[in-house]
T-cell receptor, first 114, second 117 residues
Framework: AQTVTQSQPEMSVQEAETVTLSCTYD???????LFWYKQPPSRQMILVIR??????QNATENRFSVNFQKAAKSFSLKISDSQLGDTAMYFC???????????FGTGTRLLVSP | GAVVSQHPSWVICKSGTSVKIECRSL??????MFWYRQFPKQSLMLMAT?????????EQGVEKDKFLINHASLTLSTLTVTSAHPEDSSFYIC?????????????FGAGTRLSVL
């Protein structure tokens, strides 16, 4: 069974600074997808970024980028130029194409302060 | 695009009654929808996978007679919590996957807070 581990329950960063959230996963699959979802206080889950395992190039979406290390089974999220609106819970998630199920990590609560 | 609507956003009910939660994909057809449960300050746990026109697939430990799922159309799935009890109080979230299988992205509803008195 696949597992996703987020070892940082809480992180704090000041506005305009950079922060990195960690995520590791365990799987025997070779083809899979990894996601970072954001859950702000409204509790609406929002897709932040997505990575396909067969792509070596790290995904980027504006201020958000990932460091995908397939051999190490690591998938960290870097948020640059942090903004107050980035305050939220961040969940790392894993999916295998065949099963279509998302397996979530336990989440990291990020607080961005002025 | 890819908007998922969930209704109601908050419901309070008496113990022993049943509650229905709706999940709609507004701008795409979803052959598969998913229902999750989230306890306070915890992660999302998949309850079941809802397939249009067929029976839902429940995760281990989820009572199918307790949590009835109906996916009668390509844009609507419903979760009915039958004979609700206080321990069923939780945050329920649905998601739907657009037909573009290559992207494998799930889009989420805003969730339903269920409080059973």
């Amino acid at each position: 069974a696949q597992t996703v581990t987020q070892s940082q329950p809480e992180m704090s960063v000041q506005e305009a600074e950079t922060v990195t959230l960690s995520c590791t996963y365990d799987t025997s699959e070779n083809n899979y997808y990894l996601f970072w979802y954001k859950q702000p206080p409204s509790r609406q889950m929002i897709l932040v970024i997505r990575q396909e395992a067969y792509k070596q190039q790290n995904a980027t979406e504006n201020r958000f980028s990932v460091n995908f290390q397939k051999a190490a089974k690591s998938f960290s999220l870097k948020i640059s130029d942090s903004q107050l609106g980035d305050t939220a819970m961040y969940f790392c998630a894993f999916m295998t194409p065949g099963f279509q199920k998302l397996v979530f990590g336990t989440g990291t609560r990020l607080l961005v302060s002025p | 695009g890819a908007v998922v609507s969930q209704h109601p956003s908050w419901v309070i009910c008496k113990s022993g009654t049943s509650v229905k939660i709706e999940c709609r994909s507004l701008d795409f057809q979803a052959t598969t929808m998913f229902w999750y449960r989230q306890f306070p300050k915890q992660s999302l746990m998949l309850m079941a996978t809802s397939n249009e026109g067929s029976k839902a697939t429940y995760e281990q430990g989820v009572e199918k007679d307790k949590f009835l799922i109906n996916h009668a159309s390509l844009t609507l799935s419903t979760l009915t919590v039958t004979s609700a009890h206080p321990e069923d109080s939780s945050f329920y979230i649905c998601s739907a996957r657009p037909p573009n299988l290559a992207k494998n992205i799930q889009y989420f509803g805003a969730g339903t807070r269920l409080s059973v008195l």
